[in-house]
């Protein structure tokens, strides 16, 4: 019969001879991260199939680069990483993933590479802040000392009441995370917004989240996007410059630098 002592005395014996042969246990995986970032990518009716893709290659090949890999290294235990993509309503596109080397980052980018295009016609920012909050941060995997929210688009809310929109944003920033803003700003196309009024989903004709008064994208994003400890918006110029601005920021935000 095996009793709980000689279990005891043969895992004490193994792990003699583990040290006599100069091997050390295998380490425990971190019970936390320093960082949880959430990618969040507007694919409503604005974005075609090429913007799309421009996107989803701009994210693989931030987790490629090396600066990026860098300050992820630079994490004991690595980051955890989700992307959520988002129109009329926000999808986890891809679901946690601890990144901690090099390997981690392209089977990751991998994923972001291979994700199908969403449907979707309206901006729903509001429905975005709400999923994350309600239906992403809650299944981490293990605790971060920080949550980082990566917003890009390029438009406005154009499916939420300012109320609506407003009690969504602070019930994101409730749950201690920062968001972030990457706007997509294209010349000739989003350089005002927030004039006139718009017809959304189950509302009718509403007016939008702003003063009836034209503004930038980026003053938009500030009033309504960014938040938390340490929130920043940086620019994109156009989809070209998409990946460029994304590997800044991920430096940035994975190092928990400042501007």
């Known amino acids: 019969m095996r009793t709980g002592s000689g279990w005891i005395r043969r895992g004490a014996l193994r792990g003699a001879g583990l040290l006599l042969l100069g091997l050390a246990p295998a380490k425990a995986a971190p019970e936390s991260v320093a960082t949880a970032l959430v990618v969040s990518v507007d694919v409503s009716q604005s974005v075609d199939e090429s913007r799309f893709r421009l996107q989803m290659e701009g994210i693989a090949e931030a987790l490629e680069d090396p600066s990026v890999i860098g300050a992820i290294t630079g994490n004991p235990g ?9 129109a009329d309503r926000a999808n986890l596109a891809v679901g946690w993933r601890r990144i901690a080397n090099r390997v981690d980052a392209a089977a990751t980018a991998a994923l972001v590479r291979a994700t ?6 309206f901006t729903c920012l509001g429905q975005m802040f709400r999923t994350v909050a309600d239906a ?9 000392e920080r949550v980082v929210v990566d917003v890009s688009g390029d438009g406005i809310d154009n499916c939420t009441d300012a109320d609506s929109l407003a009690e969504a944003h602070a019930a994101l920033l409730a749950t201690g995370a920062t968001v972030n803003g990457l706007p997509i700003l294209v010349p000739g196309e989003n350089d ?7 017809r959304a989903p189950g509302y009718g004709l509403l007016p939008t989240p702003l003063p009836q008064e034209r503004t930038s994208l980026e003053q938009w994003y500030r009033a309504h996007v960014i938040g938390g400890p340490g929130a920043f918006l940086l620019a994109a110029a156009g989809y070209g410059d998409f ?3 994304l590997r800044r920021k991920f430096v940035i935000e994975i190092s928990a630098l400042g501007r």
Not at 116 to 121: D, I, K, L, N
Not at 192 to 198: D, E, F, K, T, W
């Open 78 to 86: 690595g980051i955890l990483f989700a992307m959520v993509t988002w």
């Open 116 to 121: 199908p295009r969403q449907a979707g016609e």
């Open 136 to 144: 992403v941060l809650p299944t981490l995997p293990i605790p971060a």
């Open 192 to 198: 005002v917004v927030g004039a006139g009024a718009y």
């Open 243 to 245: 990946s460029r601005a």
